[in-house]
């Protein structure tokens, strides 16, 4: 085993899932599932003797739900980042999520390069939290993510070292692109669609394309 390896548990109830992600995983460089769980009480043990970087965590599990799993977490030595990864983007869940300070909230239909780029960052100190809930947490709680500015000028005024270009690509990145995508939706190069990123990084003074997503999101810039 890479002793440098990010630490990673799994919990999640269906099978095909659960091998499925564990399988991106242990094919993906930097990595290292140290276990896997489909119950919550089976989870509470195995972190325990594992002590994971970062669990990915179902919300809905046959014995308790993935919050119980949570608190019962915090009452414990251990100190793993949270990552939900759900299908379920109802109010009460990701309020609920939310409120127990989860390190991410990813919807189950995610691209795997971005989730092990999610959970790269994650462990760094980063908060994820997925495109599709961004407009219900503006809605319910203006203390969570503040509304949108108003006007292309307002933004213009706040961020003005960004140009127009990478103020698109930079929606982009928030919606969860990969430079892949970001170069085909633009019709751009894959190669500036990164020196794009790597611009508005610097210019955002963020470390990574997570925390610039975060930022463009709690600032409303975007």
């Not at 992600?21 to 009480?41: C, H, P, S, W, Y």
């Not at 085909?184 to 394309?209: F, G, P, Y």
């Amino acid at each position: 085993m890479n002793n440098q390896a990010l630490k990673v548990m799994i919990v999640e109830d269906h099978k095909l899932i659960r091998v499925g992600i564990k399988t991106l995983f242990e094919e993906t460089e930097g990595f290292d599932v140290v276990a896997e769980a489909e119950t919550g009480a089976d989870a509470l043990v195995r972190a325990i003797d594992t002590s994971p970087d970062v669990i990915l965590l179902d919300i809905t599990l046959p014995d308790m739900s993935g919050f119980k799993v949570i608190k019962k977490l915090e009452n414990s030595d251990i100190d793993a980042k949270i990552v939900i990864l759900t299908c379920h983007d109802s109010e009460e869940f990701v309020m609920k999520a939310m409120s127990l300070g989860v390190n991410a909230y990813v919807i189950k239909d995610i691209n795997t390069e971005l989730l092990t780029f999610i959970v790269k960052t994650v462990n760094k100190g980063a908060i994820w939290l997925d495109p599709k809930i961004v407009p219900l947490l503006r809605e319910k709680s203006t203390r969570i993510i503040p509304q949108k500015q108003t006007s292309r000028a307002m933004f213009r005024n706040t961020h003005s070292n960004l140009t127009q270009r990478e103020y698109e690509v930079l929606k982009l990145v928030v919606d969860g692109k990969s430079n892949n995508d970001i170069a085909k939706e633009l019709c751009i190069s894959e190669h500036t669609a990164k020196a794009h990123v790597c611009n508005i990084i610097q210019k955002l003074v963020v470390d990574d394309r997570t925390q610039a997503a975060v930022k463009a999101i709690k600032e409303g810039i975007i």
